[in-house]
């Protein structure tokens, strides 16, 4: 034992000073050693992909129902017709039954396809620059949509149907020369601040088979000059297979308080 230790001794007084370089890597594999015998140890600076924290609505799994007599009305013209206008104030409950009876409408195999769309106005403030495709910038438009299908179908559903294309979310531009062919439920938001140029070219995908629903409040329109929702409505008054729905103030059931806000803004 005592020519082991000092045989030892030799052999570390013969050994060669540590250089910097060599006592930085041994600290450095100290660290790595430590960092991975403890493993609830959480990197801060770590890159999360694809985390979704988003709220999304539960499914419902009740049948949709109409919640006052206008609505009821409008849901059996949109049922009856080709083409539906919804004009109203906010609250009343337009795009949620449009969204609901195509959502109801593809579950129940009548439909192949659900195209929501709107015009890309920003309501009186500028967002600026938004990164990412165009799909996560018309995304922000489009989200009450989405919760209102997620609600009716599932979120699973949905975004099933999203990266197959069965369902389509794109900028009103996008619609040019584009065609609504059969077994197609289209529904076109915010319809108030589309210009009637953007309007007349809408209208005029329309093909054979297909379904449209026009929603808008002509009082909030956030674009200068006439709007395409205004227009749009005295043009076709009296067509065929079109069907113009009026909702009032007394038919807001988002709230009581927004019944009165709306009162005393007009």
Known sequence: MAKKAQARRLANQQRQPETKRERQNRNRSSKRRSYQEAPNIVELNAQYHQLNTAYSPQRSREPFKPRTESQQRY?????????TFGAGPAGTGKSYCAAALAAEAMESGRIEQIILTRPAVEAGESLGFLPGSVDDKFSVYIDAFRDILNERLGSGAVEYALRHGRIVAAPLAFMR?????RNTFVVLDEAQN????????FLTRIGEGCKVVINGDVAQSDIRGPNGLADAIERVRGLPDVY???FERADIVRSGL????IDRYE
């Open 75 to 83: 849901v059996q013209a949109i049922k009856q017709h080709c083409l």
């Open 177 to 181: 020369g584009k065609t609504f062919g």
């Open 194 to 201: 589309t210009t009637p140029a953007q309007m007349k070219m």
């Open 244 to 246: 113009i729905h009026h």
């Open 258 to 261: 927004v019944r009165l806000l």
